[in-house]
């Protein structure tokens, strides 16, 4: 079987490569390999030329290309079998005779006939187990019981409509909160977007429209944000960087972030910032949030954007 290069991870079989085969995570590798655009990281280079080394290591292992047979003379050696070993006329002649044969003597033979060693049943055992003497049954009372099952137990009509209504069911703890925070701007140094009203983003912590006071625990969930004009640089994506800036209660400096990035697309084209798995995402009530953007885009332009929070109604 042909081993496979990154490009065709989607298809691999092997549950080891389980952890890196969701779409998520072949796009952030892909990401990482793709020398086509702006390097992020000090090292995208390296991981780049290793990329493709062992892209040609694989091309190598598939077509074999350093592969050894075997000379015309070995060849010639299997077909003639060369060095097959045989046996004697002597050997041929002992195997036809069987001359090295044990038998049983005649008073085995005539022991296995007559089966003088057998062990049998008396005449009381057989009629034992024909009577099943030893056996146990049931009383008649159990019988009736079993028949009636009397030790069951039931449940009311009304649990039974209960749990055909199922009038227990959801989970209210969480609620998804989402805010809006549409502006034009120049985002080539980080806004902090404007949760209160709308446009007026700004670059200072204590901007008073763009404060958002968590009224309990929770946590960000994602940033979803769309633009009438283009988020290309050069005909190219760019990184687009969201930051949720965490002022705890009873301080005044921000005091944790947590960052998601994602390259930008087309005009009209959605691009989210996934938080999911990014640390430092949690909150508590009374703290102070505040939600960044940033990408290398030298413009003033439209911005139309959603932050979901999710909220922990328990903390309430």
Do not use: W
């Not at 995208?44 to 990329?51: G, I, R, V």
């Not at 005539?110 to 034992?128: C, L, P």
Request: charged share 20%; aromatic share 6%; proline share 2%.
């Amino acid at each position: 079987m042909a081993v496979r290069k990154f490009a065709d991870l989607a298809n691999e079989t092997d549950s080891k490569f389980n952890n890196v085969k969701s779409t998520k995570s072949r796009s952030k590798i892909t990401e990482r390999f793709d020398d086509t655009t702006h390097n992020e990281q000090v090292a995208d280079e390296a991981l780049q030329f290793l990329n493709k080394k062992v892209d040609e290591v694989i091309d190598a292992l598939n077509i074999n290309t350093a592969k050894t047979g075997i000379s015309t003379s070995q060849a010639s050696a299997i077909t003639a079998n060369t060095a097959k070993t045989g046996i004697t006329s002597g050997q041929a002649s002992a195997i036809t005779a069987n001359t090295a044969k044990t038998g049983i003597t005649s008073g085995q033979a005539s022991a296995i006939t007559a089966n003088t060693a057998k062990t049998g049943i008396t005449s009381a055992q057989a009629s034992a187990i024909t009577a099943n003497t030893a056996k146990t049954g049931i009383t008649s009372t159990q019988a009736s019981q079993i028949t009636a099952n009397n030790a069951k137990t039931g449940i009311t009509s009304g649990q039974a409509s209960a749990i055909t209504a199922n009038t227990a069911k959801r989970d209210a703890r969480y609620i998804h909160y989402p805010v809006i925070a549409n502006f034009n701007g120049n985002i080539n140094t980080q806004q902090y977007v404007p949760l209160s009203d709308g446009e007026t983003e700004g670059t200072s912590v204590t901007g008073r429209r763009d404060n958002f006071v968590a009224p309990c625990n929770g946590e960000i969930v994602k940033i979803i944000m769309r633009s009438n004009a283009s988020l290309y640089d050069r005909g190219r994506g760019v990184t687009l960087t969201g930051k949720l800036h965490i002022i705890p209660d009873r301080a005044s400096a921000i005091g944790g972030t947590a960052t998601a990035t994602t390259t930008t697309a087309a005009t009209n084209h959605k691009n989210t910032l996934d938080f999911s798995e990014a640390e430092g995402r949690g909150f508590e009530e009374g703290d102070r949030l505040l939600v960044s953007l940033q990408a290398p885009l030298n413009a003033s332009k439209n911005y139309y954007v959603t932050v979901v929070f999710k909220l922990d109604q328990n903390s309430f």
